[in-house]
Structure formats: C-alpha cells, structure tokens
C-alpha cells in the first residue's frame, strides 16, 4: 500500500514520554493495540535493530535476495519503506506500519521494527518466526542518531551536540536506552533460536561473507552471479545514489540538513567525541555492558 504524501500536514516534533519504562513518542505508541495485535505469519521475517544501526542496508539486502530475481521492478519503483514496512509507525494522515504489514503481498514478508525485545508483538514469537537483528557500536550509533533526529521532523529536536550526548548517556531516547536494547536482544537468544544477531562494523570488514551468512540463516543459496549483484547493489555508494533506498522520497526528512545516508563508516565519533566526553562514555560503557559474550568492536 503506497504512503500518500499529498494529504501530508506538517506537525511539530514530537516530545519523548515514558512508556511501559521505555522512552518513546506517540508516532510509535499510539497504535500500540493494534500493533500487540499483528498476526505474524511462520515465513515472515523481522529485521530487528535499534535505530541507525543498519536497518536499512540489511533491509536492501533481503529484499535483493528475495526479490531481486522475481519481481525486480519493485527495487526500482517501491521506497525501502513500502518493501519493508516499519511495523509500529504511524504518521498523521498516512497509513500505518501494521496495515502496510497486513497488506503486503510478498511472501516472506519482510517488516521492521525499532522495537525493544520486550514490546514486540506475542505473534513473531508465536509463529516462531525468523528475526534478524543488527547491532552497531553505541558511539557511532550515537553520532548517526544525532544526525538523524536533526533532519527529521518525526524525531524530538535533538538539541545540541553536548545536550544529545548526555541525552544518549541517560537513555533518553526514542525506543529507550542503547544499552538495553542489544543486551535485551542478545539474552533473548538464550530462550528463542531463530534470531540471527549481526554487526555493522562485521558488514563493513566484508558484506559478501555477512550475506553468507545471512543467506545460511533464511535458507537460501544465491547464485555467485546472484549475489554479486547483491553484493554490489548494496554497497554505500550505490544506496546513496538509489533513490528507492535512501529515503530521499520522504518528505519528513530534510536533506538540506544531513542526508539519510550519510557517511556509512566506523569510526566517525571520532569526529564528535571530545576527549572528556569519550571518557565519560568509556566509564559509562564499562558499568553497563556487563555481559562478556556480547563484544561491539571498534568502541574504545
Ligand atoms: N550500504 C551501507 N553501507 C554502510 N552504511 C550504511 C549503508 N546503508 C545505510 N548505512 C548507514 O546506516 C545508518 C542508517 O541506519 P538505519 O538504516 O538503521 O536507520 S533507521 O533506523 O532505519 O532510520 C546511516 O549511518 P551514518 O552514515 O553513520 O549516519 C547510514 O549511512
């Protein structure tokens, strides 16, 4: 189901509350019955993450190796956003996540979610079906985070650069704390074993041997030629220039001010970061990430 942009209306940034103890606003909350209510189907798949952490790049990826073959007019005429619904979004005036979920005609569905582990609706669980989740270092989560809620009028005014900082620090954040949101999804892997768990900075070293594995998990076996064209298709250049993958058709999103995909790298907090606020960050870090099975590279 298309999203009608003409009878958008600009509204004002919304405001964080809490929400069952995690930080949220209304534009993924207010449809909250609905969306506890989806029926997931066994062959649907979820693409799990916290926001900025590479929902996107791994979306294109499943999308090309599902569909790429089949139907591969809808890589080039449908937005990233209409192949992969992002289930629990609502936008005033335009049709919600969990109906475009409903109403799509793929099989497997592929759907997103920003969702902490605990809000996601029993059905996934239920159907037993596969979860793909996406985790990236918290310090360039941040800084795109940062950058994201400058550009988009859907996000809370992200303030300053030393307000976001601290911000990010307290879990403050829509969709609640970094911290919680990985180490939720890595516990989770201890009582549900379709989920396969995957890392930005590991997509970056060397996508081919990520889809590899990626393709291990959902079952399928691309071509070499296949997955070439993958492979390729998806790399950070050829997103930034796809226009039905850079979110350059939302209208939400003011490019003026960053582009959606912006840099793409590792390693860029670097360029935010003050000395004091790093270590800060470190000490913070240390404290919350107890778990010694869970290892973010390319943090300290
Ligand atoms: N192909 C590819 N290669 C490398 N990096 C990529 C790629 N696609 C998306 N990105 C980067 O991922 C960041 C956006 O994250 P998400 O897609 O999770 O955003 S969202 O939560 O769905 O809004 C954002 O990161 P930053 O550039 O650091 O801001 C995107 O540039």
């Not at 109403?103 to 582990?117: C, G, N, Q």
């Amino acid at each position: 189901m298309p999203l009608n942009f003409d009878k958008m209306e600009l509204f004002p940034r919304p405001k964080l509350f809490d929400f069952h103890g995690v930080s949220m606003t209304h534009f993924f909350t207010q449809n909250w019955e609905n969306v506890q209510n989806f029926q997931a189907r066994p062959d649907d798949i979820l693409i799990a993450t916290y926001p900025k952490a590479g929902t996107t790049w791994v979306s294109q990826i499943l999308d090309m190796l599902y569909f790429g073959q089949t139907s591969p007019e809808r890589l080039t005429t449908l937005p990233i956003y209409e192949r992969v619904p992002f289930l629990e979004m609502t936008i005033p005036n335009l049709v919600t996540g969990k109906d475009q979920a409903d109403e799509l005609p793929t099989t497997p569905r592929l759907i997103k979610t920003h969702f902490p582990v605990q809000f996601v609706p029993k059905s996934f669980w239920e159907q037993n079906c596969r979860i793909i989740y996406v985790a990236r270092n918290a310090k360039d989560n941040m800084v795109s985070y940062y950058h994201f809620d400058c550009m988009n009028q859907g996000q809370p005014e992200a303030g300053d650069w030393n307000s976001f900082f601290q911000r990010f620090m307290d879990g403050n954040m829509v969709f609640g704390p970094w911290y919680d949101h990985v180490n939720g999804w890595w516990k989770k892997k201890e009582t549900y074993s379709n989920i396969h768990y995957m890392f930005y900075e590991d997509m970056i070293e060397d996508t081919g041997r990520e889809i590899d594995k990626l393709c291990a998990f959902i079952g399928l076996s691309p071509s070499a030629e296949e997955k070439e064209k993958v492979t390729s298709g998806v790399q950070f250049d050829n997103m930034k220039k796809n226009k039905m993958a850079n979110y350059s058709t939302l209208p939400i999103m003011n490019f003026k001010v960053s582009p959606f995909m912006r840099k793409g790298k590792v390693g860029d907090w670097k360029n935010y970061f003050t000395v004091a606020q790093n270590e800060q960050f470190d000490a913070d870090y240390k404290k919350k990430m107890k778990d010694p099975t869970l290892q973010l590279r390319c943090v300290i």
